[in-house]
C-alpha cells in the first residue's frame, strides 16, 4: 500500500532533485496552512492547545515549552526504531520561517464566513502539505514521526492513528487550561482522514514500486 510506503524512509541520495523539492514545498506550505489557521482564530490545534495548558501549568515559555515537548516526542521514537532524517531538521527551520512569513503577509478576515472559509482552507492544505512531505521519505518531524513510527511498526492505518493522538493531545491540553474552539476539533478529528486521502497521492516510489 503506498500509505505504508511513504512510512519507509529512503536515502536523499536517490532522486535528490525531485524529492527535496517536494519536501521543501511541502513543509513551506505545512506553515503556511498553520498560519492560514492562527488568522482564522477559531482555535488552536491540538498540540498548541497542549502547549498552552503546559505553559499556564508551569510558568515557562510557549517557545520553551514548544521545545520540550519536543524533545520528549523525539524519545518516544526510540522504542518506535523510528529513524530521524534530513527531513526531521528541514521541518523544525522551515516550518517556523513559512509560519512567520505567512502571518506577517495574510490579514486576519473579518467575519464569520471568512473565518471559517479560511480555517478549512488551512486545515485541508495542512494535509496535503503533510502528505507531500512525509511522502517524499526523507523523514517526519518530530511530532508526525511518532504517528508514522507507530502506524509502520503496527500496520494501524494513519487516520486511526493520527486521529487518536490528536484528541489525547486535545484533551490533556484541555485539562491544563489551554483554549479550545471550533477549529481545534475540526482539526483533531479531520487531520487524519484527509492525511491518509493524499498521502498516496503524493508518496514517492521507485520505478519498480507499484502504484499501491
Known amino acids: 500500500m503506498a500509505t505504508m510506503t511513504a512510512l519507509h524512509q529512503v536515502s536523499v541520495r536517490i532522486s535528490p532533485t525531485r524529492r527535496l523539492a517536494q519536501l521543501f514545498a511541502g513543509l513551506w506550505l505545512y506553515g503556511a496552512s498553520m498560519a492560514m489557521q492562527i488568522r482564522a482564530t477559531l482555535g488552536l ?3 498548541d492547545v497542549l ?11 510557549f517557545g520553551l515549552i514548544t521545545a520540550i515537548t519536543g524533545v520528549l516526542v523525539l524519545l518516544a521514537w526510540i522504542p518506535l526504531r523510528q529513524k530521524p532524517g534530513i527531513g526531521t531538521i528541514a521541518n523544525v527551520v522551515l516550518i517556523a520561517v513559512s509560519v512567520d512569513v505567512t502571518l506577517a503577509i ?7 464566513v471568512p473565518r471559517i472559509v479560511l480555517l ?3 486545515i485541508v492544505l495542512n494535509a496535503v502539505a503533510f502528505a507531500a512531505y512525509v511522502g517524499s521519505r526523507l523523514g517526519p ?5 511518532m504517528v508514522t513510527g507507530f502506524c509502520r511498526r503496527t500496520g494501524i492505518s494513519l487516520r486511526l492513528v493520527r486521529t487518536v493522538v490528536e484528541l489525547l493531545v486535545l484533551g490533556t491540553g484541555w485539562l491544563l487550561g489551554g483554549t479550545v474552539g471550533i477549529g481545534t476539533i475540526l482539526y483533531a478529528v479531520g487531520i487524519g482522514p484527509l492525511s491518509q486521502l493524499f498521502l498516496p497521492m503524493l508518496t514517492w516510489r521507485e520505478r519498480s514500486q507499484p502504484a499501491s
Open 120 to 122: 478549512t482552507l488551512g
Open 141 to 145: 518531524g518530530p511530532r508526525d514521526g
Open 106 to 112: 495574510l490579514p486576519a478576515p473579518q467575519g464569520l
Open 45 to 47: 490545534d491540538p498540540w
Open 51 to 61: 502547549h498552552e495548558g503546559l505553559t499556564r501549568r508551569t510558568g515557562l515559555s
